[in-house]
């Protein structure tokens, strides 16, 4: 009861604080300055609850779900298994920020770990809310919806059998993730359910949120830094659109069941590849996905993965804007 | 204690952005931040939140309780907070160089989270100003599919014209450059100063920011208002009403065609909303 009582004065400390310092007045901070700190603090804001339901999501498959029943569900083929993991999104839709603790959940029960980068890279494209976002913004036009869901699904497989073929999968991930994946806890494993969810509740939020914090902070900062109209300016070539698109989608960090919002008034000024490829990348690999990929996965193993998607991402776009 | 700090970082995060979110969605500020269809979700998902923040002091801070025990076992590594942080370390000798770098890294990144939330929980919520409009380029961007079309427009009547925001009459201006479009159709909009490069001190951008997620992706839109030596009253960011209507640019040192032209200006409270949607 005193750890309750502990956490009821804490919350309650901070509404309080949070509720007098508007009184204290305007601190009259810089312009730029002022922005950076709204911009990382909207980052933050929208993501929490996508992470708070990616963590319960994380809970539910870990500790709740039978030992082995997904993997049992799943086909034994490797390949039609990993196409059957891409579509697990479509009823777990978590945005991307929310997929990471669920894809580090589902490697604890006893996914592979290219599995669960094709899980984690397939998800936030071929999930019901991207997917009706996405149609609403361009419908059928110019195959944008079209070349987001296959050029996902495609990237997500490709990346899974090229993991796949990996002899020590283990050493793609951080040391730390792959002790607690590998360490059979004997205390952990006499509690209660309900102590294992609030355990791993207070580990998941341990992990991502202090990366989710600085991911936020230098997205603030990169979007401060860097001028949008230099990016405009380069829309209407095939080759440089797809380019600046892949660097708006990198910088701008925004969540894949609202990003076709975002960049549908680009369509008038960027080609349809180019879009389509901010589509397919924006949702992997982003500042703050890093940021939070990288609780989980070794820095080389990122560098690997963000020149492969980029290149996919790339690809997608020029094929689009030749066909379109 | 400082360990204690690095091991309760992440609930104390967690708990920093929910008080920090449900604050402002009790004082109707959230949407400074996100877009209005996100509100009821991210106080749902809050109070969710909440109650494991709650459940996490219950069962792992009560000195009662089996946490520290446990700890001894959670990952296999000991109650060595760098090994916690890196198993690999577990063994290592305290001064090796990984261990030290390990330790720093910690430190620093836990005091710069903390830092930001810190922020978060004390600095007054604000709206994005005119520097992250000159820095994203107003109208540099179409309006998204939400727009005004001159056909519909052409037989509104002057009620509706009255109505029309920034970002219509933005996308009008996007559509058509025909003066007699313009004739007699009353302007009143509310929105920010923000410069116009073209002729600084005779002209400006009323401005607002469009939101279809979040701050983040907000995208400045304009109208060009004609005053002359404006700055006299007016400065920068403020926030204003401008009644008036559209006409052909008097000034020289614009390449702008149409403006709007003030018959009436007021400087007004930054609206609730400050967003449009």
């Not at chain 1, 980052?43 to 319960?56: A, D, H, Q």
């Not at chain 1, 580090?104 to 899980?119: D, H, N, Q």
């Not at chain 1, 998941?204 to 997205?219: H, K, N, S, T």
């Not at chain 2, 979040?214 to 060009?224: E, I, R």
């Amino acid at each position: 009861m005193a750890g309750l009582l502990i956490g009821v004065l804490g919350i309650a400390g901070l509404f309080t604080l949070r509720a007098l310092t508007p009184a204290m007045g305007e601190l009259n901070l810089p312009n730029a300055l002022q922005d950076l700190l709204t911009l990382s603090y909207s980052v933050i804001i929208e993501s929490l609850p996508f992470v708070i339901l990616g963590i319960v999501l994380s809970i539910l498959v870990q500790v709740w779900v039978p030992d082995a029943w997904i993997i049992r569900v799943l086909p034994q083929n490797p390949v039609l298994r990993r196409m059957a993991i891409s579509f697990l999104g479509m009823f777990l839709p978590v945005c991307e920020c929310g997929n990471v603790p669920l894809a580090r959940g589902l490697v604890a029960k006893g996914f592979t770990v290219s599995e669960s980068m094709t899980f984690l890279i397939a998800a936030p494209i071929l999930n019901p809310i991207t997917i009706i976002t996405t149609h609403q913004a361009f419908g059928f036009d110019d195959g944008i919806l079209v070349a987001r869901l296959l050029g996902g699904f495609a990237i997500a497989n490709l990346i899974g059998w090229i993991y796949s073929r990996h002899p020590d999968q283990e050493s793609l991930l951080t040391s730390r993730f792959a002790a607690e994946c590998r360490v059979v806890d004997a205390a952990a494993a006499r509690r209660s359910n309900g102590r294992k969810s609030v355990d791993l509740f207070a580990r998941e939020a341990g992990v991502i949120m202090p990366a989710l914090f600085i991911g936020a902070i230098i997205a603030g900062i990169v979007q401060v830094a860097v001028p949008r109209s230099v990016l405009v300016s380069l829309g209407s070539n095939p080759l440089w659109s797809i380019l600046a698109m892949m660097v708006l989608a990198f910088v701008i960090s925004i969540c894949s069941n609202v990003d076709a919002f975002f960049i549908l008034p680009f369509a008038g000024i960027f080609l349809p590849g180019s879009i389509a490829t901010f589509l397919i990348l924006g949702p992997i690999i982003d500042i703050k996905m890093l940021a939070m990929m990288r609780t989980t996965f070794r820095t080389s193993t990122l560098v690997q993965l963000t020149a492969v998607v980029s290149l996919m991402a790339a690809l997608i776009g020029l094929v689009v804007n030749f066909v379109a | 204690m400082w360990r204690n700090v690095i091991r309760w970082n992440g609930i104390i995060l967690v708990a920093v952005t929910i008080v920090s979110s449900l604050w402002l969605a009790v004082t109707g500020q959230l949407v400074l931040y996100i877009h209005p269809r996100y509100v009821i979700f991210t106080v749902t998902m809050a109070i969710i939140g909440l109650a494991f923040v709650l459940a996490s002091f219950a069962m792992r801070a009560d000195p009662g309780g089996d946490d520290d025990h446990d700890h001894d076992h959670d990952h296999g590594v000991g109650s060595d907070p760098l090994a916690e942080l890196d198993p690999t370390l577990t063994g290592q000798d305290a001064s090796s160089p990984a261990r030290r770098r390990a330790a720093l890294f910690a430190t620093l990144g836990t005091a710069l989270t903390l830092v930001i939330a810190f922020t978060l929980i004390v600095l007054p919520p604000a709206t994005l100003s005119s520097a992250t409009a000159g820095q994203r380029s107003i109208n540099s961007t179409g309006v998204g599919s939400e727009i005004q079309s001159v056909d519909d427009a052409a037989t509104a009547t002057d009620g509706a014209f009255s109505a029309f925001t920034v970002l219509d009459w933005a996308s009008l201006l996007r559509q058509t450059t025909d003066t007699s479009f313009y004739a007699e159709k009353p302007a009143s909009m509310v929105g920010f100063i923000a410069d116009h490069p073209d002729d600084s001190d005779n002209m400006f951008y009323l401005t607002r920011f469009v939101v279809t997620c979040c701050a983040v992706d907000a995208q400045p839109v304009g109208v060009p208002v004609y005053l002359e030596n404006w700055r006299a009253e007016f400065a920068i960011d403020d926030w204003v009403q401008v009644d008036g209507e559209f006409g052909t640019n008097p000034s020289r040192a614009s390449t702008e065609p149409i403006v709007l032209t003030v018959d009436d200006m007021v400087p007004v409270e930054q609206p609730a909303e400050p967003y449009l949607w």
